[in-house]
């Protein structure tokens, strides 16, 4: 569906006067890519204010006009999944390309105090999923604690939620829902303790709100997204499994069947992945209790702990774990994550950890190195289906549970002016698991709701055009 143009008054006004529009910006001579229509041409777009005024191959007058020649116009991109929440890591993803980042896997706790936290604030636009996790917590323990690393930390994960437990759980979810909350977190691997029936029931929560429910899959690989549809499908609930590379590392074939299928047959489910062959997460976690090694198909010597960088082995583990902390999982194979960025149905998202100098690099590379390595290296597909996956099926996954996401991911007359623009001929990522985080090269500008943030790849700084992303019950 195309956006009606909504910013034409200060337009039809000035062309009344006989007088030339002036836009607040102008982005002059770029190649012009949009994924939802399929324009791919050199025209000039004109911005007023927060949103996208005009797109026209005539000259256009701008308070302020930036030569964009030789560099492609892009709909910002949208991160459904980045646990990094500050403007630290904002910093990061910005010179990667993304105007919005969202953290939908685990959620975030006490979803009004957060949204009150960032608002103002923040560089990037931002929102975050109901936490299951935190509910349950909240419930059963009454601890506080609402920090990712803090919820990751808590020994109720391993308890079952009392029969007495569920309803105030769900009822607090709820509440999140009409705080703002984009559907619900439920990345059930970390509180192994949650019973099959009260996941159900969280499902079933979902379905009757008719939202979404975002999954970080227990573990079994294929079986584990059998079970998520499952679970989705019998309650008629909406289902985002996250990085389905990690979840079902050599079943990733099948797995990508399930979610073909099922979308085939009109099921409400949905997938991502990120371009990397190793994953990160909090050593403290769920994820490492024993027998760790069969699930994630590796030894000590596989994770290398952030803080350092180093290689782990059993003493370091055992120390380390006690302590808590950032581990990279080196376990995947190149093929499997080629062919889960190949397939044409899957969303790519960073899973952008907390900053550290070290952490994963997908946390500042992930964009680039889609449009860098995967597109123009090695053409595993279009540039225009690679700007898709990273644009447009975001949002329009996102739609239905957060009506405005019908402004983004779009570069049409109408949307908001969430725009990334980039050299097409050099844009890579620079993050390694070696050197640490460093910005993307190629990234040229990036506006976010009309405001310049990046420009000529430098940071402007103390500038935060970042707004809040609701979902769809927000008071
Ligand atoms: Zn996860």
Not at 88 to 115: C, F, I, P
Not at 269 to 283: I, K, M, N, Q, R
Request: aromatic share 8%; net charge neutral.
């Amino acid at each position: 569906m195309k956006i009606i143009a909504l910013s034409l008054l200060s337009l039809c006004c000035s062309l009344a006067l006989g007088q030339k529009p002036l836009y607040d910006i102008v982005l002059k001579n770029g190649r012009v890519m949009d994924p939802e229509t399929g324009l791919d041409a050199i025209r000039n777009v004109g911005i007023t204010g927060n949103r996208i005024a005009e797109i026209s191959s005539s000259e256009l007058a701008g308070k302020q006009v930036i030569d964009v020649s030789n560099l492609v116009v892009s709909p910002g991109f949208i991160d459904m999944h980045a646990h990094g929440q500050t403007n630290k890591e904002n910093e990061y993803q910005m010179h990667d390309g993304v105007t919005t980042a969202m953290e939908l896997e685990s959620g975030r706790g006490d979803m009004q105090k957060w949204l009150d936290s960032r608002k103002g604030k923040a560089i990037l636009n931002y929102g975050a999923s109901a936490s299951h996790q935190w509910a349950r917590t909240e419930v059963m323990a009454k601890s506080g604690n609402s920090t990712l690393d803090q919820v990751m930390n808590n020994q109720s994960n391993y308890a079952a939620l009392k029969a007495e437990d569920l309803k105030p759980t769900l009822s607090l979810l709820e509440n999140e829902l009409y705080a703002g909350a984009i559907g619900i977190g439920v990345p059930i691997a970390y509180y192994p303790g949650a019973t099959r029936e009260e996941v159900y029931n969280v499902y079933a929560l979902a379905a009757d709100k008719k939202m979404i429910i975002f999954t970080h899959v227990r573990e079994g690989k294929a079986m584990a997204i059998q079970q998520a549809i499952s679970d989705a499908v019998t309650n008629g609930a909406a289902l985002h499994i996250v990085h389905l590379n990690s979840v079902t590392l050599d079943e990733i074939d099948l797995a990508l069947r399930m979610v073909s299928n099922a979308q085939q047959r009109g099921l409400n489910v949905s997938t991502e992945l990120y371009p990397y062959t190793a994953g990160s997460t909090f050593l403290q976690s769920a994820l490492f209790d024993e027998g760790w090694q069969k699930v994630l198909g590796i030894g000590y010597g596989d994770l290398q702990w952030v803080e350092t960088g180093e290689r782990l082995t059993e003493s370091t583990f055992k120390t380390n774990r006690e302590k808590g902390g950032i581990v990279i999982i080196h376990n995947m194979k190149p093929e499997w994550i080629d062919r889960g960025i190949a397939a044409p149905f899957t969303i790519v998202a960073s899973d952008g950890m907390p900053y550290s100098k070290l952490a994963h690099p997908r946390s500042a590379g992930t964009f680039s190195r889609v449009l860098g390595l995967y597109v123009r290296e090695r053409k595993v597909m279009s540039l225009m289906d690679g700007i898709r996956k990273i644009t447009l099926m975001p949002a329009t996954r996102l739609e239905p549970f957060v009506p405005s996401m019908h402004y983004k991911g779009r570069l049409q007359v109408g949307a908001d002016a969430d725009i990334t623009v980039f050299d097409p001929t050099t844009i890579i990522d620079k993050a390694t698991f070696e050197g640490g985080l460093k910005f993307s090269e190629g990234i040229r500008h990036v506006l976010v709701n009309g405001t310049l943030v990046l420009k000529n790849s430098t940071t402007i700084g103390e500038v935060y055009p970042g707004q809040p992303v609701y979902g769809k019950y927000k008071r």
